[in-house]
């Protein structure tokens, strides 16, 4: 039911009171948002996590929380204080960069890597559809099997 008013029509004091307060709290949810944006809550976040095993240390840099659409940062540093020796072999779960494979990794192989540190990056865009995150897992392969293995959790927002 549409009820019109006039100009001599006036609000009685209990509504009056009900529209100002729901006037306050509306104002009060906008700048509560305002202040969250502003302070960086509400954006992308990149996270590192890291582990150490077989002798190498793994530092995987991945985005923690990401909006659907944009370019993401993904950096895998690993350290061995006795080189890599003829190869450098590092996996990662294939359905994490929604790729094809016959298994259930992506396995990246270098020779002979030189220096005592390895850094890797990777260019990634974020996928819609993935509403509710996705796990992830880096390994460094010793012998085909994974001597240290991180793992992380994404979270895409909207």
Do not use: C
């Amino acid at each position: 039911m549409t009820r019109t008013t006039s100009p001599g029509d006036a609000l009685s004091e209990k509504e009056a009171r009900r529209f100002r307060d729901l006037r306050r709290v509306g104002i009060a949810f906008l700048a509560a948002i305002v202040l969250l944006a502003a302070t960086g809550l509400l954006g992308q976040k990149t996270t590192t996590a890291k582990a150490t095993g077989g002798g190498y240390t793994l530092s995987v840099t991945y985005p923690s929380v990401v909006h659907p659409g944009v370019d993401v940062r993904f950096e895998i540093v690993v350290s061995n204080p006795n080189g890599f020796g003829k190869s450098l072999s590092i996996a990662l779960d294939h359905h994490y960069f929604s790729s094809s494979s016959n298994g259930t990794a992506l396995v990246y192989t270098w020779d002979s890597p030189p220096g005592t540190t390895f850094r890797m990056s990777l260019d990634m865009y974020a996928e819609y559809g993935e509403h509710f995150g996705l796990d992830g897992r880096t390994s460094v392969l010793a012998g085909g099997s994974p001597a240290v293995t991180v793992r992380y959790h994404t979270r895409w927002v909207p």
